[in-house]
């Protein structure tokens, strides 16, 4: 992928050397390309990158976005690590990490002005600013929904996919919307882009969910059945309580109610009634709807006359084809 993560990184903090994946600022700048690069036709190309500098400003703010929520779950889950590294409470303490997350914010938005000193018009400008605030808005709602399931147990698999539409679709088809939005002015390819964002993004969590029960120890680099010991409300075990025999139910009612910390036996009795409710099956037929609304969203995309585009489709195709691989 041309957008190789160290050449992302390189803009955002030269001195990071382990940054995340930055999937969001890629979706940012290969939304743009695919949009048409503001008018970037085969006739104009230019040999440089330079056209890039336009949609820059914006890649940075989605992922200093991302990051100030990154450190705010961080306090609201307790968690001492990310990304093999100590979070910033444990460093810092709780209220300057607070305090750390809101600059962060601030600073995210003040990114996005950037566009402005490189070519785009103000009235563009501001609607970037009003997806990005709309979008933040999302997300607090997702992470709110989120910690609210955490001591229950009525959670239907649709409150589910609403949840994470917001907490992690929605910063996705944020980027992928306001990427076009600077690519192009054409409402139908920025609606398509958005669309993309939006099914790559659920994929993904999908994708997360299936491989925190399924993948090995080799494959994940995380613990067999992860999510399973943690008792994670993830989309596995909200489908099996919607489809378990009565006994069955009883069983994971008792486990993931219990005070007590989980046993081996009980996780393995878990991954048991997942294969008789088949809910394996039914993840990875999910996370393949989700993949197949990505690619006909990139299929709609209007052809423009750039290779530059071509490319970045081609690209973006490749993402959802590495998603896809966790449903086979
Ligand atoms: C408003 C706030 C604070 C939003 C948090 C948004 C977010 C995507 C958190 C990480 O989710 P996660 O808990 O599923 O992932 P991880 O396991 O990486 O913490």
Known sequence: ???HLGWVDSQLNPTNSNPGKLL???LLLLAYEAAGAWGLTDGRETSDAGYLQRALPAAVSV?????????HDDIEDGDTERRHRPTMWTLWGVPQAINTGDGMFGLARFALWGVLENGVEGDIAARLGAVLDRTVLEIAEGQYLDISFERRLDISVSMY?????????????CSAEMGAMIGTRDADTIERLATFGQAIGVAFQVRDDLLG???????????RAGDVYRRKKSLPILHALEHANPQDLRTLQDIYQQEAEIK???VEQVLAIFERTQTRAYCQSFLQQHCDAAYEALNAVPHVNSTVST???????????????AAH
């Open 161 to 173: 996919i609403d949840m994470i539409g917001r907490k992690t679709a929605a910063l996705m088809r």
């Open 1 to 3: 992928m041309r957008y």
């Open 24 to 26: 969001r600022p890629t």
């Open 264 to 266: 081996a036996e009980q």
């Open 63 to 71: 992922e200093l976005t991302h990051n100030f929520t990154l450190i």
């Open 213 to 223: 029960v399924w993948a090995s120890a080799a494959e994940s680099g995380k613990t």
């Open 311 to 325: 490319r970045a489709l081609g690209d973006m195709r490749t993402m959802v084809q590495f998603i896809e691989a």
